[in-house]
């Protein structure tokens, strides 16, 4: 394992009087008592200070940014090359409306998924696993609803490259295939969007899952490449508007009112670098060729419609100042994250952006973009790490200028439903980070920071944090990690757990001293905390006993927390979980003005059959009943849609989604729609 090892720098600044202001005055004496006056000395201005600036600043020449990435690819040399001396390792060459949308982390910033529902169409991508054919799969019944099994064919068409459009009718729960886009063998699609007239298919030649997998190793990302293609589904055939190829992996993305936003990564390829030189020949010929390195060769090639096209700017393009307090003594690896925006109607890119760091993540609001960046030290004496997290933001209203960076402590681990652990609130960026202690009776330490944008400075100013001096109070019990969190509004939710599940809930009314007002304990834990109101909170989690758990919590008070309930969906399902614990796109939730709220989740299990175990799928249906009467607010299950059973040594798929709209149901199991009334799931239909 390769340790990276950031050392601060110690910078002193001492503040100075630089100028000074002369005033000479002149007075002469002459006979006869006359006076003569000399002409007064007007003192020059002082010259204008030059504006402070931040952690990162733009690159000011070409020469600049060859230099910074050929640093980068020496120190990546350096490692690999002390990493082959210690292992041997030979030479080598990732709810308004009637019916449910995307659930995301924020209301006003869309993300990308495989199934996209416009209230009239659902559009439909293939999943990277059907090329195992996960429905080649042998029948079974299910004892429990033996009459609605709906089995999957033993033979399915559902390999071919096309992105299924289908069309809905929700007062009867139908539901047909009107429409093929055919795609090419060559990509897989990550995902969706639809805006107006247009879909939005995001492609990518390799997947490298979310934030924090395989980033470590910048070589991952060398030689990828993923695009978007805009079709117009105006028309019946769905003629290509624009294509889009960028170099690089695809990391994510999002949408908001500007347009879609890419999020990638990137290694430059250079041929000829021999990652692990052993002669001095082989290293004289690396230095060569980062000798001979330039800009075109350095920053992501960007395609439109196959031209090649100038998308990144030296503006745009930003490095750390090594100068600068909160700057890592040495720079990471040579990877450099990139961001388009690209309209969604016409497919030109509109802005661009790219730093040449690494980073673990992102989040986006309304307002800003920020990156978060972790950095690891280890204690030479001790070999203990340390990790803390840069933030750096820039403002989307202002074409993503650089607005400043901070610093905290711990790591902000993202991606999937870890994502909300990062929100910004009215201006102010909360977060919650997790440090890792060598103590065996504690291991986890859980801080809460919060950070507004400096006045003077074009940095991040921790404002708030617990716990602290003045509140020494720890989140969560000893050995207790963390599960679901959620910022809303001025309140934070927190689930902590080891053997029973503490939810807490903390104060930022006064984001200066925020205080954990109350907790809770019962068994099991949440994973994902969902706001049905302002007052009432579901958690959805695993029990004691290794089942899918849900929990209504009554907020009210935040001193006081209660439970109005809890249900295990599936009771006789051995080792169940779901998927919409760590995926919020498999959570739907309708709000309903009148009458009680419903929403959905995938559960998958085993069961016994037959003195056999066989995996489960299946669409669990429930109710919140009296939602606006917390003190009354119940769970109800409706029942479920399911799939078929599958053999004991075939796995679910995790690729489920699932659509409310009026009184129909539509359960997406990889690109197979199942579908019933909500008050006649047993008659449910399908596959279609």
Known sequence: MIIKDYRRRSINFNGRLLGTCLLLLVTACGGGGGAVRATPVTPSPPPKPSPPTGLLIPFTSNTALVDRVQASFQRQLQTLQLASADTSAPEASQAST?????????????????????????????????????????????????????????????????????????????????????????????GLYIEGGRLAAITSSAWWGGYGQRFADPQAWSGQHY???????????????????????????????????????????????????????????NEQLLENLDVQSLLPSVQLDGEVVAAFSLEQCYGIDPTHPLAPETQG???????????????????????????????????????????????AVTGSNTQTTLVHRFNLAAGLSYSGSGEVNGGLYLGDNRDF????????????????????????????????????????????????????TAIGKPNEDL???????????????????????????????????????????????????????????QSAEQRVKL?????????????????????????????????????????????????????QGAQIIDNQYNNVERLYLFEVRDPTTPALASLAEQGYLKVTELPGDSYPSDNIRSIIDGEAVYFIRETQVFSALWSDLFNQTGPH
Not at 249 to 268: E, M, Q
């Open 98 to 190: 009637g019916f449910t949308k995307t659930y995301t982390q924020q209301a006003s910033v869309d993300e990308h998924d495989v199934v996209k529902y416009d209230g009239n169409r659902v559009f439909i991508a293939p999943s990277r696993g059907l090329a195992y054919c996960n429905f080649c799969l042998e029948p079974s019944v299910d004892p429990l609803f033996a009459e609605s099994v709906v089995t999957a064919p033993a033979q399915s068409n559902l390999q071919d490259r096309v992105i299924r459009i289908m069309t809905t009718t929700p007062e009867t729960a139908g539901i047909q295939e009107t429409g093929r886009i055919a795609l090419s063998d060559e990509d897989t699609v990550e």
């Open 227 to 285: 695009g978007m293609t805009l079709y117009d589904i105006s028309s019946s055939d769905n003629p290509v508007v624009r294509r889009l190829q960028v170099e690089g992996a695809f990391v994510t993305s999002r949408r908001t009112d500007a347009g879609i936003y890419l999020i990638s990564r990137h290694t430059p390829t250079i041929d000829g670098l021999n990652l692990y030189p052993t002669t001095s020949a082989a290293r004289s010929a």
């Open 333 to 379: 690896y040579p990877t450099i994250t990139s961001m388009l925006l690209v309209d969604p109607q016409s497919g030109q890119i509109k802005s661009s952006l790219c730093y040449t760091e690494a980073t673990d993540g992102i989040y986006m609001s309304a307002e800003a973009l920020y990156l978060v960046q972790g950095l690891y030290s280890t204690d």
């Open 421 to 472: 652990r990062i929100s910004e609130q009215s201006g102010l960026l909360h977060l919650v980070t997790t440090q890792f202690t060598n103590d065996a009776t504690d291991r986890w330490h859980h801080q809460l920071y919060i950070l507004a944008q400096s006045q003077t400075l074009p940095e991040l100013e921790i404002i708030g944090q617990l716990p602290n001096s003045r509140r020494p």
């Open 483 to 541: 599960y679901g969190v959620r910022f809303l509004g001025d309140r934070a939710y927190l689930v902590t757990f080891e053997r029973t599940d503490p939810l807490y809930v903390l104060d930022l009314a006064d984001p200066r001293d925020p205080q954990l007002a109350g907790e809770l304990e019962v068994t099991g834990f949440s994973n994902f905390l969902h706001p049905v109101s302002r007052n009432l909170l579901l958690g959805l989690g």
């Open 551 to 603: 929990e209504l919590f009554d907020v009210s008070d935040l001193t006081n927390p209660v439970s109005r309930g809890s249900l295990e969906p599936g009771p006789t399902l051995d080792y169940s979980y779901s998927s919409a614990e760590y995926d919020r796109h498999a959570f739907a939730y309708l709000h309903r003005e009148t009458g009680a709220d419903r929403f959905a989740i995938p559960v």
